[in-house]
């Protein structure tokens, strides 16, 4: 089954539980993941069919009401942030003072 469109939840349940679902899936050599999946659409299915039964409505779901607002507010562009200063590198100009070779001093010879 592709992933990409699902939706990760975290949800609890007992041991006993979890070694039906761990035999299951060996025996059908499928995931014990599939088996969750599978077994909570079954159980929806049979919770709207028991609700048209006794005559409760189903309420709207609710994607239909948000996906039309989700895509208005993707049509309108974003509020455009002040322009940021470009960052200029950090270039120093540094005067180098390169000192001449000392000249060789010239010493007076002392005549005696």
């Not at 599939?34 to 929806?44: F, H």
């Not at 028991?50 to 309420?59: D, I, L, S």
């Amino acid at each position: 089954m592709a992933t990409s469109n699902l939706v990760l939840r975290t949800i609890y349940i007992s041991p006993e539980v979890d070694d039906d679902l761990r035999i299951e899936a060996f025996d059908n050599r499928t995931s014990k993941n599939d088996l969750i999946r599978k077994y909570l659409e079954l159980g929806m299915e049979a919770a709207r069919r028991q609700n048209r039964e006794r005559g409760v409505a189903a309420k709207p779901a609710v994607k239909a009401v948000a996906k039309p607002a989700l895509k208005k507010a993707a049509a309108k562009p974003a509020a455009k942030a002040a322009p940021k200063a470009a960052a200029k590198p950090v270039t120093k100009k540094v005067a180098v003072k390169v000192a001449a070779k000392p000249a060789a001093k010239k010493t007076a010879t002392k005549q005696a």
